[in-house]
């Protein structure tokens, strides 16, 4: 008998996600089969969805590609914001109360990265290829996706006026909090391309960088966030780790040759860092300057 049994689980939170999973998938076309699976299941409190082993697998794809899109989504409507000066924050507050678009998965940025969105949606565009059918909405989620890696180096580039010989503290390199995976983490292409333009690099994080000095070159890779700011001309954060939004921002301020920080996951009040001083650039939202 053959069971098709897709794993939900997040990294960083794989224990919490198999004890207390919002729905457990079991395809199988076996009576049998299926009643070993929901003995083996039983302990767990979740929705048991049989299904399939087609529809289980598409399950897998599809949730995943649903995401990323939904990433994606927010992402463009980030750059609508910026052009029209609306904040992407308040749009995403007020979507998210709708209880069927809800407030996850709405958080603006540089991207996804990891091995599953990309994979996975590569992945079922293929399938839908195979099958005959052009999946053109999720060729457009990955487009956009690369798309916002550049458009943050942009900003970079616009706000440093030129990158050639400045040096950059890059604050997260794994492609989301909790983990030290660097697979397709929107770090190592943004710092590729500062490094192409000339750029000097020093990085922090706070468990990735074993993984990313096999991965990145001619990076300086510090202790801590502040080891990091120390001379930089501009400070970006890649990754949203709880470090960085519990920093000390006035330790860092006198750190840094030019108070400019860009966040590419916007962790920070705008009114805190109007206060504090920084000319701080964000994602679809507008850009402050110090009083």
């Known amino acids: 008998d ?23 998938v079991v395809g199988s076309d076996s009576k049998k089969a299926t009643e ?5 299941y039983s302990p767990i409190k979740a929705p048991l969805v049989i299904t399939s082993i087609k529809s289980a697998e598409l399950i897998k794809h599809a ?6 899109t939904k990433i994606s989504f927010i992402n463009s409507v980030g750059r609508i914001c910026e052009l029209s000066g609306a904040d992407v924050e308040e749009v995403a507050k007020g979507m998210g109360y709708d209880k069927r678009i809800s407030k996850h998965f709405l958080n603006a940025g540089i991207g996804y990265g990891g091995f599953c969105f990309p994979k996975d949606s590569q992945a079922f565009i293929k399938i839908a290829e195979n099958l005959g059918y052009d999946y053109k909405l999720l060729k457009a ?7 916002q890696k550049k458009v943050f180096v942009d900003k970079v580039k ?4 030129h990158i050639k010989g400045k040096n950059i503290a890059v604050l997260g390199l794994s492609f989301k909090p ?9 770090s190592v292409y943004i710092i590729g391309k500062l490094q192409e333009k000339g750029a000097k690099i020093k990085a922090y994080d706070p468990v990735a960088m074993d993984k990313a000095k096999n991965i990145l070159s001619n990076v300086s890779f510090c202790k801590d966030p502040y080891e990091a700011s120390k001379g930089a001309d501009a400070l970006l954060i890649l990754t949203e780790w709880n470090e960085f939004k519990e920093m000390d921002l006035k ?3 006198s750190l840094l040759k030019n108070p400019l920080i860009i966040d590419g996951r916007n962790i920070y009040d705008l009114s805190t860092m109007e206060k504090e001083g920084f000319r701080y650039i964000s994602i679809g939202r507008k850009e402050v300057f110090p009083k």
């Open 2 to 24: 053959v069971v098709s049994n897709p794993e939900f689980l997040r990294e960083g939170t794989a224990i919490e996600d198999t004890l207390h999973p919002d729905r457990i």
């Open 36 to 40: 070993m699976m929901e003995k083996i």
């Open 63 to 68: 949730s995943n590609a649903f995401l990323a």
């Open 141 to 147: 989620t990955n487009e956009i996706n690369e798309e």
């Open 158 to 161: 616009k706000a440093l006026g």
């Open 178 to 186: 909790d983990t030290d995976d660097m697979r397709f983490a929107p």
């Open 251 to 253: 330790k860092i301020k």
